[in-house]
């Protein structure tokens, strides 16, 4: 069966129609309010050397997902919200949002001392060998704070 147009433009690596589908102009502004907000700055997320546009469509879609959708919802306040995002981050080994997590965190009220015994109970149940290795993300973020 022959390739639709949609499979070839797929198989080049163009932005799909789809990639921002519910993903407005204002829902994007919003988000990035919210982030500008959270981390006490504008979020600026630039395009890497190499990186192709539809890299910015990656950008989009994530900042909407998480600044425009969950950040913004009730049930949690952003210091909840921070202490889980810090967990999660930090469980994963994903260095960079760990270290933006984590100064959303201490922005949205949470202690130093607080994200100390995060650690020690992700230690417990992630393992120490990743409690420590994020903990040094966590200490770099301390000496920025300081």
Known sequence: ????????????????????????????????????????QPLVLPLGDGEPAVGEDFRRLATVATFGQSWPRGGLDDRVRALISVAIAATLGT???LRGQLRIALRSGVTK????????????????????????????????AS
């Open 1 to 40: 069966m022959p390739a639709s147009a949609d499979d070839k433009r797929e198989s080049k690596g163009a932005p799909r129609p789809e990639a921002n589908a519910g993903n407005t102009e204002r829902d994007y502004q919003r988000a990035l309010a919210t982030a500008g907000r959270l981390l006490g």
């Open 95 to 97: 260095h960079e949002p």
């Open 113 to 144: 001392e607080e994200v100390v015994e995060l650690f020690i109970h992700l230690a417990a149940y992630a393992g120490a060998a990743r409690a420590f290795d994020s903990y040094q993300d966590a200490l770099a973020v301390f000496a920025e």
